[in-house]
């Protein structure tokens, strides 16, 4: 069973297209996050969110807005894609308490390329 | 602030050899998290492990181990005889106590290349 799914895995689309990812998870967690991993590979935190309330928001475009129905799936949104926007997408859910406190799993990524 | 380095962008070895990651963190909390995590050439992220900062015992998993020592702020991690599926980038990260929604802070990686 995967733990965390994301869909799509590639995304290919043109410069001003709004498009979304959604994310998945099965493992029970409270707290979900999505990264970006740019084409250097850095891992940057973008959102997280914990029992649907958004925890952090760091510097990211107002383009992007995560959207969280329940606790098991978090989607984000992107509006006008730019080229910048390139980049791998990972989601990642985390359980705080107990021995697993605080591990975050990742999706397998969704790569968006724009065009 | 939370910062992670990783100093070595890239490690070279040739199979069956032992190889070492280097991972400095800084941070002001007492109480925080240190990880691994390995991303093949696959695209995926795998969490390998994880430390808190109250438990400076050394760990050791099959061919890996990991070195965890506060006096110094470092977390390496450790490959004893190399094999060419461990060929991948090893990313060292960071996390600070007090709720469980922050996020981890990344090094850079470590692409680590072991030949046959």
């Known amino acids: 069973d995967t733990a965390v799914s994301q869909t799509p895995k590639y995304l290919v689309t043109q410069m001003g297209n709004d498009k979304s990812i959604k994310c998945e998870q099965n493992?029970?967690?409270?707290?979900m996050y999505w990264y970006k991993q740019d084409s250097k590979k850095f891992l940057k935190i973008m959102f997280s969110?914990?029992?649907?309330?958004?925890?952090i928001n760091e510097t990211v475009p107002n383009r992007f807005s995560p959207k969280s129905p329940d606790k098991a799936h978090l989607n984000l949104h992107i509006n006008s894609l730019e080229l910048g926007d390139s980049a791998v997408y990972f989601c990642?859910?985390?359980?705080?308490?107990?021995?697993?406190?605080?591990?975050?799993?990742f999706g397998p990524g969704t790569r968006l390329t724009v065009l | 602030a939370q910062k992670v380095t990783q100093a070595q962008t890239e490690i070279s070895v040739v199979e069956k050899e032992d190889v070492t990651l280097d991972c400095v963190y800084e941070?002001?909390?007492?109480?925080?998290?240190l990880f691994w995590y390995k991303q093949p050439p696959s695209g995926e992220l795998v969490f390998l492990i994880r430390?808190?900062?109250?438990?400076?015992q050394n760990e050791i998993s099959g061919r890996y181990s990991w070195n965890f020592q506060k006096s110094t702020s470092s977390f390496n991690f450790t490959i004893t005889a190399s094999q060419v599926v461990d060929s991948a980038v090893y990313f060292c990260?960071?996390?600070?106590?007090?709720?469980?929604?922050?996020?981890?802070?990344f090094g850079k990686g470590t692409h680590l290349i072991i030949q046959p």
């Open positions: 969110y914990n029992n649907k309330e958004l925890i």
């Open positions: 990642a859910s985390s359980q705080w308490g107990g021995e697993d406190t605080d591990t975050q799993y």
């Open positions: 430390r808190n900062s109250f438990d400076e």
């Open positions: 941070t002001r909390d007492t109480t925080y998290y």
């Open positions: 493992l029970g967690h409270d707290t």
């Open positions: 990260a960071l996390s600070v106590g007090g709720g469980g929604a922050d996020g981890l802070t």
